[in-house]
Structures are given as C-alpha cells and as structure tokens.
C-alpha cells in the first residue's frame, strides 16, 4: 500500500541549530515528493518539491531536501534554524503517471527554543 | 482571487445538522481537492475534481459526504447529519494540473456538539 511516514511526531530544536526531519515512503515507483509546512493559522505551503534529475532539492526558507531511493527517503533539513520556522511540516507524494491521489505524512510539528 | 478561498473559517453546529463548506480556487485551476485533517492525523483524502472529468470520491468516508464543484470553479463540501467524529479542518486545495504544487485555503474548522 502506498504510505508516508514521519516517524517523529514532535521535535525541538533551539535556534541557530541545524534541523532534519524525516520521511520514508512506499510506493510502486518513484513518486514525486514533496514537503509542506503549515504555520499557526495558516493553510500549507510548498517548502520544496522533488520531480527528477538532481537529488538534492532547494526550497524557500533556506530549506533543502535529499531524495535517496535506495531507502525510500526525502529527508527535510536546514543548516540553522530560526525561530520563525516552528510550524508543522508534512511530507507527501504523488504518482508520476495521472495518480493524483497526493499522500500525506502525519506531520512533525517543530518548536524552536529561543 | 489571489488564493484558495474557504469559507466559513469556522463552523460550530449540532450533532444531526447538515452543514455545507465552500471553497474557490484560484482562477484557472482545473484541479481541486478536499483533505481532512483531524488532531494528530496527517490530511485525509476525501475527494478529487479535475476539469469536466468525473470526480474521485472514493475517499468520502461515508454517504452523509458529498461535494460538487459548479462551472468548473466552486465547489461545496456538504455534510449530512453531522456526527461528532466528523469535527476536524477540512482543507480545500487547488492546482494546474494533477500532479504539481496544491495551493491550499486556510481551512474551515467544524466543531460538531
């Protein structure tokens, strides 16, 4: 069956510290990924997106992402974090041929300690 | 509009009520979807409209949901005889084509007493 997981929950970080967040995912082929960030009162934007060619994705943010297929994986990072970032972060996929059902992690909600 | 449109933003009813959610996308996307999001659940897939094409409404999680997207453009969320189990954030999201970047609304709230 086709899944995401994000095995943390909730993490904390103070600022200045780097940050990854994970996510793993099962699916026939490689999907297109993506990750989401939704803000206290706000709907969800685009962090960054995964299509093809090189696996190492820049977003807005200063957030980066890395697709490794041989473990399912689209990992969410950034070098020093700001207080701003707390938020939840949700990563998802999508099919690549017409599948458009996009599939959602549980989300890791991230608090920035001052 | 400049964005994904969603009302009410907040929508407290009775258990047994009907209650209709509404979204406008941005103009020109052919693609519109609704999601659900409970407490501690990622967004639930409830159903799908692209262009002239019959909707996917294989994830309404009962017949009491049903949705319809008007022109092309709006569309409407209803839900019959709300239970308690149906309060969450019901999102709203639109894009260009299937399978790109979903713009999403801010979401309606409904709290069912």
């Known amino acids: 069956a086709q899944s995401v997981t994000q095995p943390d929950i909730h993490i904390t970080v103070s600022e200045g510290a780097s940050l990854e967040l994970r996510c793993n995912y099962s699916?026939?082929?490689?999907?297109?990924l993506f990750w989401y960030v939704q803000s206290p009162g706000q709907g969800l934007q685009l962090l960054l997106k995964y299509f093809s060619g090189d696996t190492l994705v820049q977003g807005i943010k200063g957030f980066e992402a890395e697709f490794k297929r041989s473990q399912s994986s689209f990992n969410l990072r950034k070098p020093s974090v700001h207080w701003s970032d707390a938020a939840e972060y949700f990563c998802a996929v999508a099919g690549t041929s017409g599948t458009y059902k996009y599939i959602f992690g549980t989300g890791t909600r991230l608090k920035v300690l001052a | 509009g400049a964005g994904v449109s969603q009302s009410p933003s907040n929508k407290v009813t009775e258990k047994g009520k009907d209650v209709e959610l509404r979204c406008d996308p941005i103009?020109?996307?052919?693609?519109l979807y609704w999601y659900r999001q409970s407490l501690g659940q990622g967004l639930e897939f409830l159903i799908y409209?692209?262009?002239?094409?019959?909707?996917?409404k294989s994830g309404l999680p009962s017949d009491r949901f049903s949705a319809e997207r008007t022109g092309g453009s709006v569309s409407t969320l209803t839900i019959q005889r709300t239970q308690q189990e149906d309060s969450a954030v019901y999102l709203c999201a639109s894009s260009l084509r299937n399978t790109g970047e979903l713009f999403f609304g801010e979401g309606s709230r409904l709290t069912v007493l």
């Open positions: 699916y026939g082929a490689t999907p297109y």
């Open positions: 103009s020109g996307h052919t693609a």
């Open positions: 409209f692209q262009g002239n094409s019959a909707p996917d």
